[in-house]
Nanobody, 126 residues
Framework: QVSLEESGGGSVQPGGSLKLSCRSS????????RAWFRQSAGNEREGVAA???????VIARSVKGRFSISQDKRTNTMFLQMDNLGPEDAGMYYC????????????????????WGQGTQVTVSS
């Protein structure tokens, strides 16, 4: 089982930025998909951004133009750069991983991910 650990959450004012990190304990297979999901109180968990080892990335429409996803394969770390944050972006952010290649919209399908981190909290308020 892969161990995932998120970091980088915190409290920012509207319009601020945060960069989340997700460190994976294992990266032994090239065919891997990773994603960021978030969940706020009273809402279902939603996919935010994802990438796979083919270099494909998907960004959810709600955050497109403000969020970007990247990874550092040397350190098994995935990042989520979040800019121009608004109150609607507040919530718990989780990273997820699967050893299977996912494509297109499947990259943001929660049920296809097997390994999950504990989450990191993002608060946006003035």
């Amino acid at each position: 089982q892969v161990s995932l650990e998120e970091s980088g959450g915190g409290s920012v004012q509207p319009g601020g930025s945060l960069k989340l990190s997700c460190r994976s304990s294992r990266y032994t297979h090239n065919a891997v998909s990773r994603a960021w999901f978030r969940q706020s109180a009273g809402n279902e968990r939603e996919g935010v951004a994802a990438l796979n080892s083919l270099g494909n990335t998907v960004i959810a429409r709600s955050v497109k133009g403000r969020f970007s996803i990247s990874q550092d394969k040397r350190t098994n770390t995935m990042f989520l750069q979040m800019d121009n944050l608004g109150p609607e972006d507040a919530g718990m952010y989780y990273c997820a991983s699967t050893p299977r290649i996912q494509l297109g919209s499947d990259l943001l399908r929660e049920s296809l991910y097997e390994d999950w981190g504990q989450g990191t909290q993002v608060t946006v308020s003035s």
